[in-house]
């Protein structure tokens, strides 16, 4: 009996001794994503033009990296605050800890290289080889075109300077070891031509990271299977809203045509659209409406084209619990 103990003791030590030295590799060694490449972007007025399409219709940075008006549908951007950085991330929202998006004006910006900017738009490495955390979806940038990151990198070095000094993240023990896990080196590729609309669309929806959204996770993760199906739960001070299916099938967007699909965003860019004012207890949006609106009509169709090549999922989705019910 005591030879057992004395092995199950044993046993015991070994699994602590490498559970302790898987700790200590995630803290000390990783991300390992590389050095931040050398390179230095030209700030041309198309790549701003683009860079600025990217950043404030498609890939939407300026969404988060900037101050939104939650007491209105959607949360539309504050006029002036674009790129100071500062939307939190709480745990009252599901977040494992507090977090705040980073101001992207030169204010902060102009003492990291081009690479090092890109890096952390592609890789999720910031420029003191640090982890972020990926609630900016670096996963999905990583595999875009890198013409097009460049294009991003030369808009918001365009912006201007916002004084605005961002409190530093505090992720709970023990995501603060275990978010070293998500940075990853990018696996760029090239922009389909417009005119493959189906490939285009594919493009633009992973530019947009729509299906981060439209899917539903655990612990940060999209459940494989669940794939732009809808269900993930965003955390209101009015109740739980749930993100729509956008597949194909019945309960997604099979009943909607390609004109309804752009009408859908396009009556938010109508001059007599003004956000409502909401109260706490009201549905609201996480989805940016007013910025996703300004995608062309071309864009708009490429992506209901590739939606419609995704398996339909049965699933339909409440999109809203009250907080009363459902909290």
Known sequence: MKKIVKALLVLAALVLLLIGLAAGYVYFFLPNVGKAPDLKVAITPERIERGKYLAT???????????????????????????KG???????????????SRNITPYHLKGWTDGEVFR??????????????????YQHYGKVDKEDIYSIIAYIRSLPEIKNDV????????????MNLSPQKPVFVTKPVPSDTVKYGGYLVMMASC????????????????????????IFPGGVVRAPNITSHSTGLSNMTQGQFIQRFKMYQDSSYQPPNLQRTDFNSPMPWLMYSKMT????????????????????????????SAL
């Not at 500062?86 to 705040?100: L, N, Q, S």
């Not at 952390?120 to 979806?137: E, H, N």
């Open 57 to 83: 219709s498609v890939a939407v940075c300026i969404d988060c990296h900037s101050t939104r008006d939650w007491s209105k549908f959607a949360g539309p951007i504050v006029n002036g605050t674009e790129g």
């Open 86 to 100: 500062g939307e939190y991330f709480g745990k009252e929202m599901g977040f494992p800890g507090t977090f705040y």
């Open 120 to 137: 952390a738009i592609t890789s999720g490495v910031s420029k003191d080889g640090k982890a972020l955390f990926p609630v900016m979806q």
């Open 167 to 178: 409190p530093a993240p505090k992720p709970d023990f023990p995501v603060n070891l275990l």
């Open 211 to 234: 299906g981060e959204c439209h899917s539903q996770v655990d612990k940060g993760a999209v459940i494989k299977g669940t794939e732009f199906g809808g269900g993930r739960e965003f």
């Open 297 to 324: 009509q071309a864009d708009l169709a490429s992506i209901y084209q590739f939606l419609r090549t995704v398996k339909g999922q049965n699933n339909q989705v409440q999109k809203f619990s009250p907080k009363t």
